[in-house]
């Protein structure tokens, strides 16, 4: 609601340049916002790439052009066809921020408020990208995420830096904002205020029937308004797909089959129990002699039964070789699992003495055949095969991109199809084609193809089951239509635009006449027009509408009582002439809670004005000067379209 006083919306607290960048580009990790404020402008002494000096901190031409360049990727996420040119608006607003960002690194290096490498390296693990998938900060994960983003391990640094001296410096400032009722209450009794009055329409369409442009009319309202005519930059996009189709051919070989299967006997062989009764003894004639007996088909027990207390028999169920090997020993178990069902083997001498084993029985269960198991096996190696081949394919592209070759080379030596599209606008859509659609799963591909220049290497974005190698072929700026193109379009807008003229000047003569009732000023204007309409409501409608208000109902609240005025209908139908009738003062003390509540956004809109007088009293301590000319240099670069 305080916005509708001060318009608090416009502040520059929340825009900066640092926090942006982190909620467009680092995804999900945000920090508080800070302040962007104005400047010095002195500009003598600074060297011809430096755009400003804020203590002992430097905004150079090449940290304006990157900021150009990522505020440019966000614009296009709402708006394909944006160019420089159509953010010249944001030159100004993104340089100041960066002055902001440097003066508060400088102000901390000024009075020794160090971050440790551990702070920031804590921030840095928090960004959703540089987690792996067990939810923790994975280096591979991190590297990924700095080549998606286009960014150094330090530029992020100094992002996160900038952040954490906002949030350590200007937040404890901004956080101690007080407003008493006394100053609250009055505020929101101008919100409680309503009003009364009426509004006349003046349409367009009453003018234009009579107006018919000639060619030269046409030809010097396209001369003075090529701008709205513009047809947004265009380009044709070389592409070559790096993805299964080029690695289909690669698969297992019976060999890797073969040696898979052996190798992972746990899951593809049968699984063998046995029951086994042994006897252990201290000498090997003892042990002769029991297995001597067994072997005559006495039972284990009772062969070693001469032998006494000497002999330690057992019965284990159930036993798997390695389980028996933990009891027995590996030589007794080798022995024992390599007989058959109710054979008698040993004696053997093992660490426990000598050891005669009968093999109860045997039981197997589940398993595969290689050739069971061989289709299974053939499609995991394939599988893992093509996307170590892809993966391959992928780093010879970037190796031979590395060494200077450029998109034809690389297409060529890789051997990958390549696809043209016709002369496209950023949004993926032809002029000439109505019929023509990007590939939906090529989206990247687009977006990387409008975002390098022509002479820049070719660049390797991820896309639908894999990569595409892409280079733009022909780009075609921004310019405006031929007028043979777009004469009707012209002519009309001509004829609006005459009308408009017309209809202002009926809306004017009418609003001037506020002296007497306005229907008849409507009336005198000596052309049919729809009669006027009553119009109310109350301030707080207003300010709770977040800026979708009808024109009417804002003049209603411009001017004073038995006053009235034009205002141009939004939509650009015509004019809309506003009175005020009646002014109905409010009452605040009958609702404390919006009084409350004002206290409230006028504390937040104090905080802002704490953060903005500690951030400039912070510009002044460490000194900023301005290079105008460089700068002004910089930014007909950039928005001229050098990039």
Do not use: C
Not at 202 to 220: C, E, R, S, Y
Not at 265 to 286: C, D, F, I, K, S
Not at 296 to 322: E, F, I, M, Y
Not at 410 to 428: D, E, F, N, S, Y
């Amino acid at each position: 609601m305080l916005s509708f006083f001060r318009r608090v919306s416009k502040s520059k607290i929340g825009t900066w340049l640092m926090a942006a960048v982190l909620i467009a580009i680092l995804g999900g990790f945000a920090l508080s916002d800070i302040s962007n404020f104005g400047t010095g402008k002195l500009g003598f002494g600074l060297g011809s790439d430096t755009l400003a000096r804020v203590g002992g901190e430097q905004v150079t031409d090449r940290e304006m052009s990157d900021a150009m360049q990522k505020r440019l990727q966000q614009v296009r996420q709402q708006n394909p066809s944006a160019d420089y040119a159509t953010m010249a608006g944001d030159f100004e607003p993104l340089l100041s921020s960066l002055i902001d960002q440097h003066a508060l690194t400088a102000f901390a290096d000024k009075y020794g408020f160090n971050l440790s490498k551990r702070l920031v390296d804590a921030e840095i693990s928090s960004i959703p990208g540089t987690k792996g998938l067990n939810g923790q900060f994975s280096e591979q994960a991190y590297l990924a995420f700095l080549a998606q983003q286009r960014m150094t391990d330090a530029q992020v640094r100094d992002i996160i830096r900038g952040g954490l001296l906002q949030r350590l410096l200007l937040t404890p400032v901004a956080a101690n904002g007080r407003v008493s009722v006394g100053v609250a209450t009055p505020y929101a009794a101008m919100l409680l205020e309503a009003r009364q009055g009426e509004a006349a329409v003046v349409p367009v369409a009453a003018f234009t029937g009579a107006l018919k442009p000639t060619d030269a009319d046409i030809q010097n309202y396209y001369a003075a308004n090529r701008a709205r005519y513009m047809v947004p930059e265009q380009r044709v996009i070389r592409i070559a797909r790096i993805g299964p189709e080029q690695v289909a051919n690669v698969t297992a070989s019976d060999q890797e089959i073969a040696a898979y299967y052996n190798a992972n006997q746990a899951t593809y062989g049968a699984r063998e129990t046995r029951v086994l009764t042994q006897a252990v003894v201290p000498n090997q004639n003892m042990a002769n002699a029991i297995a001597s007996r067994a072997k005559g088909g006495a039972a284990l027990a009772a062969a070693a039964a001469p032998a006494g207390a000497n002999a330690a028999v057992s019965t284990v169920k159930d036993q798997t070789r390695q389980a028996y090997a933990s009891v027995a020993g590996d030589k007794v178990a080798a022995a024992a699992f390599a007989a058959g069902a109710g054979a008698v083997v040993g004696p053997i001498q093992s660490d426990f003495g000598w050891t005669v084993v009968k093999v109860e029985s045997v039981k197997k269960e589940g398993g595969k055949t290689l050739a069971q198991a061989r289709s299974e096996i053939a499609a995991k190696l394939s599988a893992d095969k093509r996307k170590q081949a892809l993966d391959d394919l992928y780093n010879h592209v970037q190796d031979l991109i590395d060494n200077g070759s450029n998109f034809t080379e690389v297409a060529q030596q890789a051997k990958l199809p390549v696809t043209t599209t016709p002369l496209i606008t950023a949004a993926g859509t032809s002029r000439t084609d109505p019929a023509y659609k990007f590939p939906a799963d090529l989206a990247p591909a687009l977006k990387t193809g409008f975002e390098i220049l022509p002479n820049d290497p070719p660049e390797i974005p991820a896309v639908a089951d894999g990569f595409a190698l892409v280079s733009p072929a022909q780009v075609v700026v921004a310019a405006p239509a031929p007028l043979a193109s777009i004469k009707d379009k012209v002519a009309a807008d001509w004829v609006n635009a005459q009308a408009l003229q017309r209809a202002k000047a009926v809306a004017d003569s009418i609003a001037a006449k506020s002296n007497i009732p306005l229907a008849e000023a409507v009336k005198q204007a000596g052309i049919p027009l729809p009669p006027p309409q009553p119009i109310g409501g109350r301030r707080i409608q207003i300010a709770q509408a977040n800026g979708q208000i009808p024109a009417a109902l804002r003049m209603l609240f411009t001017l004073g009582q038995g006053k009235s005025r034009a205002v141009a209908d939004v939509s650009g139908r015509g004019f809309i002439v506003v009175k005020v009738d009646k002014i109905i003062p409010g009452n605040a003390l009958i609702q404390p809670a919006l009084i409350g509540q004002m206290q409230g956004e006028l504390r937040q809109a104090l905080s802002q004005d704490y953060a903005e007088q500690f951030l400039n009293a912070i510009k002044a301590d460490i000194k900023v000067r301005r290079n105008e000319g460089a700068i002004e240099a910089t930014k007909k670069r950039i928005t001229s379209g050098g990039g």
